[in-house]
């Protein structure tokens, strides 16, 4: 039995962290055990029992009721936002400190009974989290409260505890998330825009739940409506995301890459500035979906559609356009600055380890990571010189890239170089909401 514990043990995933990783997520965890501890035995009022019934019970039931908007809302990364933090920010507000931890706790507990399966280490620090967040919102409260007084600074002491709560859950998973996941970017740490709408949302929420308890406790189950109308809301943006997706390569539907693109375009116009697109095609690409399956395709394309991305600027958009082919449009780039580019995302394709990138389906024994590597063709058009529209623009350079390949593939090719189209009539011009140049109705490269 003592060995099979030993065992158990040394198979915690808290092992396998980085030193300032572990070190980050125990001091974390025995921060909070100390504060909890002090909070305890700092003779807490118990008369405020009613009020943690009324908010456990009022989170309980609103969580419950948001699970399945919440399954749907959940991403696959470490980051989740939701209204959660309103009750605690609330208890913290009007409560003891000790009071405020138990209904913190009491919902991470619930939280954990209901998740099934999750990582120890990390449910008990974002437990922690909690715990130093309502102590931080609490004190920022009562200090702030000390020096205000009236309807008026009770608003205003509210308003800096949510915020701090927010700003120690923030900034404490945000560390977090960079050490143990390794090249996170801010957007996966501490959120973006949405994210934060999140968080201001919850916040005020907490304060307006706050204040109704100050009334009466039972408020607090007017507040479940509420917070699942908000819970609905949120699904929108999720629902937005999915929308223009692509959710093979998480890269934009080529819709609506079009129309960012063409607004692009007309910035461009307006400004006189140029602006470049670029076709990729990923040469031989049939070959590795028949000789190692799709399951390896697919996670070859994925790789390809994370190099170009991670090697393009915030301001360029990218695209799947179809099949195995991608579109970039770069705004403010003209000729020169193009074919730096459209090189340089050549030489990244080529000289980067697929295999290493593919290994969760390499199984195929034929599969050598030596050998395993794929190549791009790319065709550079760029207005004004090579079209003035977005249709143009793709026209000429997928006749770059079609030149591309013919000369041996691997190459970049410039619309400027190739024979002019004619001009194209009106009942040849692609409508607005047609994909272009479908791979369907191209011949086999």
């Not at 807490?44 to 919440?70: C, H, K, N, Q, Y």
Request: glycine letters at 6%.
């Amino acid at each position: 039995m003592v060995a099979q514990s030993r065992r158990a043990i040394r198979s915690w995933a808290l092992w396998t962290l980085t030193v300032p990783a572990f070190a980050v997520v125990v001091l974390v965890d025995l921060a909070a055990i100390g504060y909890g501890a002090h909070a305890f035995t700092d003779r807490p009022s118990w008369r405020g029992l009613d009020v943690v019934f009324a908010l456990t019970v009022s989170a309980l039931i609103s969580v419950e009721g948001a699970r399945r908007v919440e399954s749907r809302r959940r991403r696959g990364g470490a980051l989740h936002k939701d209204f959660a933090p309103a009750w605690m920010i609330a208890a913290a507000l009007i409560l003891h400190p000790a009071l405020a931890i138990l209904v913190a706790v009491l919902l991470r507990i619930w939280w954990r009974i209901r998740a099934g399966k999750c990582i120890p280490y990390r449910w008990a620090f974002s437990t922690a989290v909690h715990v130093l967040a309502v102590g931080a919102a609490h004190a920022v409260f009562v200090s702030a409260r000390g020096l205000t007084g009236g309807n008026l600074g009770l608003v205003v002491s509210m308003a800096a505890g949510a915020i701090a709560y927010v700003v120690t859950d923030t900034l404490l998973c945000g560390l977090a998330i960079s050490l143990i996941i390794p090249g996170s970017n801010r957007r996966e740490t501490v959120g973006g825009l949405d994210d934060l709408c999140t968080d201001a949302t919850a916040a005020t929420f907490g304060c307006l739940l706050a204040a109704a308890c100050l009334i009466s406790p039972w408020f607090a189950f007017v507040a479940i409506p509420i917070t699942l109308t908000a819970q609905r809301a949120l699904l929108l943006g999720q629902l937005e995301t999915e929308a223009q997706t692509d959710p093979k390569t998480s890269l934009t539907r080529v819709d609506w890459w079009r129309r960012r693109t063409e607004q692009m375009l007309r910035t461009a116009r307006n400004q006189h500035e140029p602006m470049a697109v670029l076709l990729i095609d990923i040469d031989h690409f049939k070959q590795v979906n028949d000789r190692h399956g799709h399951l390896v395709g697919d996670e070859a394309l994925r790789a390809v559609a994370t190099i170009l991305r991670s090697a393009i600027r915030v301001k360029d958009v990218i695209g799947r356009f179809g099949g195995e082919e991608f579109v970039i449009a770069l705004p403010d780039t003209g000729l020169d600055e193009a074919t730096v580019t459209a090189d340089r995302l050549r030489n990244a394709v080529a000289n980067c380890p697929l295999a290493a990138m593919c290994a969760g389906v390499l199984d195929d024994p034929d599969l050598d990571p030596d050998t395993f590597h794929l190549t791009v063709s790319i065709g550079v058009a760029v207005y004004p010189t090579d079209g003035t529209t977005v249709d143009d623009l793709l026209l000429r350079a997928d006749r770059a890239m079609y030149a591309a390949k013919d000369a041996g593939r691997n190459r970049v090719r410039l619309a400027a170089d190739t024979v002019p189209l004619p001009r194209l009539t009106a009942s040849t011009q692609f409508s607005e909401h047609t994909e272009p140049l479908a791979p369907a109705q191209r011949p086999v490269r």
